[in-house]
């Protein structure tokens, strides 16, 4: 599975490099930044950076402090007041105020405790990164923070301790190498998720089509059972053949994938629902359907039908619980 949120795993691979990494996380932010709390920034001891703290506000600041803070090999907390205007060159209505943590690898943050969250993010389990009010990292746990995991939520607790929820990097599977996926996939590649577009018949899922795609020339049901569906999954269906649609439908149906929907008119989707019944699926279930897929935004053509698909996928991440 490809990954596009690959931070961590950056900053692991700049330090065992003998190059020096520090890890920024935001801690708290104003209320209409682009960033939310938790985002993270990897800084090379050469500078380089992977991820982003703000909307550009900033970065240039961190990376001159989290260099400094390498070299002393200690966190520091930094704090910077964003005019309005400032906040207005980057997309933002009004300023405010950004806290950001900053922590060398190998020190503030343990070795081990990075390589157990970049195995823990291979392994698509959850975790939470501890830090006590110092800004040392004392633990990484996937264990306790059910309701920080199941909104995704980063913050500071009780004790003042800052909690960095790591939740598993988001993930689309396309049953239907057709049209619409040509411009589903890249438009959630940039919105973060990792596509894998799903197609037995070889002439429709090539490389041609979907270039730096994972594809899969199977039979739907077999490649889920392979990669089951979880929380930070979204499923959508395509093919407008039940051969195909309908087993990885009843998969999706029996995970527990965030945003199941499916492509068709009504009159086809009411088709699929009663199929959906007679394979024992309940009225509760078939509501996790969102069909005909996609908001009703008047979308006349592919891509447009795939704006829908996604602004979907994304009202259902964020705006679900």
């Known amino acids: 599975m490809e ?12 330090h065992r490099a003998g190059r020096g990494a520090v890890l920024a996380t935001v801690v708290e932010t104003w209320g209409s930044a682009p960033r939310r709390t938790g985002s ?4 090379s001891g050469t500078g380089e950076m992977a991820g982003s703290v703000s909307g550009g506000c900033v970065e240039g600041a961190v990376v001159l ?11 520091r907390m930094l704090e ?19 806290r950001v943590l900053v922590q060398p690898v190998g020190t503030a943050i343990p070795v081990e405790m990075l ?14 990164l501890i830090s006590d009010p110092s800004g040392q990292m004392v633990e990484v746990t996937s264990e306790g923070h059910d309701e920080r995991f199941r909104k995704d939520r980063s913050g500071l607790d009780e ?10 990097p988001l993930r689309l599977l396309v049953i239907g190498a057709v049209h619409i996926a040509q411009a589903l996939v890249p438009m959630a590649r940039m919105a973060g998720f990792a596509a894998t577009v799903i197609d037995p018949r070889d002439s429709f899922a090539t490389a041609a089509r979907f270039p730096d795609t994972t594809l899969v020339n199977d039979w739907p049901d077999e490649v889920i059972a392979d990669q089951p569906m979880d929380l930070r999954t979204a499923l959508v269906l395509l093919t407008h053949d039940p051969k195909l649609d309908d087993p990885a439908l009843i998969a999706g149906l029996r995970s527990d994938a965030f945003y199941i929907g499916a492509l068709g008119s009504t009159r086809t989707h009411a088709k699929r ?5 007679e394979a024992g ?8 359907i969102h069909g005909p897929v996609g908001l009703d935004i008047g979308a006349a053509n592919p891509a447009e039908i795939a704006v829908s698909i996604l602004a979907e996928m994304v009202q259902s991440l964020r705006q679900s619980g």
Do not use: H, K
Request: include cysteine.
């Open 3 to 14: 990954r596009f949120d690959d931070i961590p795993e950056q900053a692991l691979d700049w």
């Open 40 to 43: 993270q920034l990897a800084i």
């Open 65 to 75: 402090e989290a260099l400094e803070a390498l070299e002393a090999g200690a966190p």
């Open 80 to 98: 910077y007041g964003v005019s309005d205007g400032d906040a207005f060159a980057v997309g933002l209505a009004c300023g405010g105020t950004i």
């Open 115 to 128: 390589e157990a969250l970049v195995e823990a993010r291979a392994a698509r389990r959850p975790v939470a």
């Open 159 to 168: 004790e003042g301790r800052f909690i960095a929820v790591q939740t598993p």
């Open 273 to 277: 629902l009663e199929r959906m019944r």
């Open 281 to 288: 699926f309940s009225d509760a279930d078939l509501g996790r």
